[in-house]
């Protein structure tokens, strides 16, 4: 069972990412999907959820409006689209499936985590 991220990158402040993370091993379209962050010296925080279908999304209130959650099950991949960086959004991004259809903010929610990657915004 394997959570592979990708997509990150150095950009400038306003500009725009798209994070992709592959899972392999098994089918994780049963599961809710989460992307968190990690900046230097800091805690690793919740950024988004999905919940297996996509019905339900939650984002923390500091990227609302700004990043976009999806999944496509077919291809077991599932995104995070990222508009209008800001420097403060510079950190280690990871994805992570949920050991349930539908689930909340707390990593311990989260039983299978991809290896993170680096994004950079700078001002």
């Known amino acids: 069972v394997q959570l592979q991220a990708s997509g990150g990158g150095l950009v400038q402040a306003g500009g725009s990412l798209r994070l992709s993370c592959a899972a392999s091993g098994r089918s994780f379209s049963s599961y809710a999907m989460g992307w968190f962050r990690q900046a230097p010296g800091k805690a690793r925080e919740f950024v988004a959820t999905?919940?297996?279908?996509?019905?339900?999304?939650y984002y923390t209130d500091s990227v609302k409006g700004r990043f976009i959650i999806s999944r496509d099950n077919a291809k077991n991949t599932f995104y995070l689209q990222m508009y209008s960086l800001k420097p403060e959004d510079t950190a280690v991004y990871y994805c992570?499936?949920?050991?349930?259809?539908?689930?909340?903010?707390?990593?311990?929610?989260?039983?299978?985590w991809g290896q993170g990657t680096q994004v950079t915004v700078s001002s």
């Open positions: 992570a499936s949920a050991r349930t259809t539908r689930a909340g903010t707390e990593p311990y929610e989260y039983n299978h």
């Open positions: 999905i919940s297996w279908m996509g019905e339900y999304i």
